[in-house]
């Protein structure tokens, strides 16, 4: 089934006006349940590409179609209702709020979901024990490793049971047994939620775990 | 979550909100000080005037006022008496003769005010009584007077000492007599102990030659706030031979002098909240631009730009109420003790004592200006706020996460 799709996309920036293609005609068909990895050399404009495709950006050219509906067009208020509903989010630099503990952060999205606070303070436990990383509910971000802090961004993501998780570089800041862990983790919430995954990925360890390579040069797809 | 949200960023940055709690805390009490100490000084020349001389309410002659000569004694001061007795509203009141002259010792003379008073009366309604610094109050005898210290000075007399007042007499003759002085006074008014002295009313009825006639009725009303009423009331009874005239009449000046003082407090408030505002906005710029990131995530979650925007202008908030309770209690533990203890300002003594002020000042805060300090305080933090928050919704998603 086939949950997103891009059509020619387009991505043109302009820095000190000059312009600069990021993405030149990408076409791209993701179906339910994949596990995708977009690799490429830095400045290929995966980063881009993912913002595209997680509705934070518009494309300068083209049309991305979410569960059927063309995106491009929405308004920011649909397409910030779309995030929290729809999409998670992974950051290379994990951007947990710092002053809230790690269950906090794993309930501010569904805090925003107007769900009550004893049910998003159950379902919000029952993930971290899922995830392995219940014992980390009370710390805040500045007492809990980089790989702690990634494993609470990914089910901060995955929270309200997303259709989709974007993560940009999840693993950039990681050593590789942490980074390993955390790939574990994911593979298991695609295999067992058939959460749909996109990463922009250089780490060797995401590109060898990939279902879907997607090569990026000089914002054309090469594979 | 969202006060949870703004408690803890409030504390994230200790130093940063502890410089914005003190600056309220320090506006705070600068407000109440100087709002309580021009209060104080307002308020103390104000009943100053009333204790010395003035009262809450005087009645003449239709146009004495305006002409005080001799002759504009009042019509049928019995009249007068026996309405103010019959009014429940005037607690006390002090018949007077009054008239201007000439003092003369045996070393100098100097322009003076000779109020004809029944003593006891008089101490029921003026602070002379309580006054006096050397010798004794007026008695029975007639030929006792009253001088100022600053009189006395001038004169180079003492207690003791024999002095001669004249007057212009209700023929137009020059009378004069001779006193002896029974007492010195100083009051917080150096102008008035230059040229008050008093007399008892028998002895400058006499040397005027007015019969037993007063000019004026100085009366204090249980309640000075109701002095306008009982004005409008007392003129309804005495009819148009009379003029009936409060402190508030007979102070314009100072009247206006007090609501200007008000306006100016109100301008330094302003410039107090201005100074703040900047100081917060600020402040809570650098705390936005920290967190730019963190807004970026936030708003690609779908926090809502309302929602973020009352997260930021909560933090203020908070602040400002952190600050005024604190300020608040600080202003009080400085204010309370002092408006027991007064702030002395001797040193600027001979100033203060010419505008009728007294060197001790007790600082007075109004519950007006209390509340409305503790009001103004909340209201500057979150207007200091307003731009910084504005300028956090106006970031874009995309732009706020790859903030570097």
Request: hydrophobic share 45%; glycine share 8%; charged share 20%.
């Amino acid at each position: 089934m086939e949950i997103l799709k891009a059509e020619n996309l387009v991505k043109i920036y302009h820095d000190n006006g000059v312009p600069v293609n990021a993405l030149q005609g990408i076409n791209l068909t993701v179906s339910k349940g994949e596990f995708i990895v977009i690799a490429g050399p830095s400045g290929s404009g995966k980063t881009t590409l993912l913002n595209l495709l997680g509705a934070l950006d518009k494309p300068t050219e083209g049309k991305i179609y979410f569960e059927g509906e063309d995106i491009t067009q929405k308004e920011k208020k649909v397409l910030s209702k779309m995030r929290l509903h729809k999409l998670g989010f992974i950051f290379q630099a994990y951007n947990l709020i710092p002053v809230l503990t790690a269950i906090e952060n794993i309930e501010f999205s569904m805090m925003l979901l107007g769900i009550p606070d004893n049910v998003r303070k159950g379902k919000a436990l029952a993930l971290m024990d899922e995830l392995g990383i219940k014992e980390l509910a009370n710390k805040r971000p500045n007492e809990m490793s980089r790989g702690q802090q990634q494993r609470v961004a990914v089910a901060r993501a995955i929270v309200n049971n997303p259709s989709l998780v974007l993560a940009d570089e999840p693993t950039a800041n990681l050593d590789s047994v942490t980074a390993s862990h955390l790939l574990d983790m994911m593979e298991q919430m695609n295999s067992e939620k058939k959460i749909t995954f996109i990463f922009s990925s250089r780490d060797k360890q995401v590109i060898d775990r990939a279902k879907r390579l997607i090569i990026l040069k000089d914002g054309r797809i090469e594979n | 979550m969202i006060f949870k949200l703004a408690w803890r960023n409030i504390w994230r940055n200790k130093r940063r909100s502890l410089i914005v709690l003190v600056s309220i805390i320090v506006g705070l009490i600068a407000i109440f000080l100087s709002d309580g100490l021009s209060n104080g000084m307002m308020r103390q020349m104000l009943f100053n005037q009333i204790n010395l001389d003035i009262a809450h309410i005087q009645i003449h002659k239709a146009g004495f006022n305006r002409n005080k000569i001799v002759k504009n004694y009042l019509p049928d001061y019995k009249h007068v008496e026996s309405v103010l007795k019959a009014n429940p509203e005037v607690q006390a009141y002090s018949k007077r003769v009054y008239a201007t002259g000439i003092l003369s010792s045996a070393n100098n003379s100097s322009g003076v005010i000779i109020d004809g008073i029944i003593p006891a009366e008089e101490a029921k309604v003026s602070i002379i009584k309580n006054s006096i610094i050397k010798g004794r109050y007026l008695g029975s005898g007639k030929r006792g007077i009253l001088i100022g210290e600053k009189l006395a000075e001038k004169l180079g007399v003492d207690v003791g000492d024999k002095v001669v007042a004249m007057a212009n007499t209700l023929k137009g003759d020059i009378g004069s007599d001779a006193f002896r002085i029974v007492g010195i006074f100083q009051t917080s008014s150096s102008e008035f102990d230059k040229i008050a002295v008093y007399v008892n009313s028998k002895a400058e009825q006499e040397m005027l030659g007015i019969g037993d006639n007063y000019h004026e009725f100085a009366i204090i009303t249980k309640d000075y706030n109701e002095v306008t009423s009982i004005k409008n009331k007392l003129e309804a009874e005495l009819g148009s031979r009379y003029e009936v005239f409060t402190y508030r009449d007979m102070l314009p000046m100072l009247i206006y002098q007090m609501e200007l003082y008000k306006e100016s407090m109100m301008i330094l408030n302003i410039i107090i909240g201005l100074a703040l505002i900047f100081g917060i906005i600020n402040t809570m710029l650098m705390s936005v631009f920290e967190r730019i990131r963190e807004f970026g995530v936030l708003m690609a979650i779908d926090m809502k730009n309302s929602r973020l925007y009352l997260m930021i202008v909560f933090e203020a908030f908070i602040l400002g109420i952190i600050g005024t309770l604190t300020g608040l209690v600080c202003g009080l533990l400085l204010d309370i003790p002092l408006a027991h203890s007064g702030i002395n300002l001797s040193i600027f003594s001979v100033g203060l004592e010419s505008f009728g002020i007294g060197a001790v000042i007790y600082p007075v805060l109004s519950a007006g200006s209390l509340i409305n300090s503790v009001l103004f305080m909340p209201l500057v933090a979150v207007v200091g706020a307003l731009y910084p928050a504005y300028k956090a919704i106006k970031l874009e998603p995309i732009y706020a996460i790859n903030y570097v």
